[in-house]
């Protein structure tokens, strides 16, 4: 499944698009990478989203066999491994 459609499927993310927009800047990594919005995700990656001043690093559970999944079941599929607030010169965008 490509990195912007599991942000989506499992409400990481609101909307692809803003998932995509994330990726192009640059504010999601997976397994320590800068990634595009096509990254395949598979089981055991590793996704670090920076949001503001926040850094979620989560590991993926499970990846989805379809592109809609019940909201119980959307936060089955990563586990949140950090969360951190970042100073204010530590973050950009």
């Given at each position: 499944m490509r990195?912007?459609?599991f942000?989506?499927?499992s409400r990481l993310i609101?909307?692809?698009?803003l998932a995509q927009e994330f990726c192009d800047?640059?504010?999601?990594k997976v397994n320590g990478l800068a990634a595009k919005s096509s990254k395949e995700i598979k089981?055991?990656?590793?996704?670090?989203?920076?949001?503001r001043n926040r850094l979620t690093t989560l590991k993926v559970l499970e990846?989805?066999?379809?592109?809609?999944v019940s909201r119980n079941d959307a936060a089955?599929?990563?586990?949140?491994t950090s969360e951190k607030i970042l100073e204010s010169e530590?973050?950009?965008?």
């Open positions: 990195l912007d459609l942000l989506k499927t609101a909307r692809r698009t800047a640059g504010m999601i089981v055991n990656d590793e996704i670090e989203i920076q949001r990846v989805p066999a379809k592109k809609q089955n599929l990563y586990e949140i530590d973050f950009s965008a």
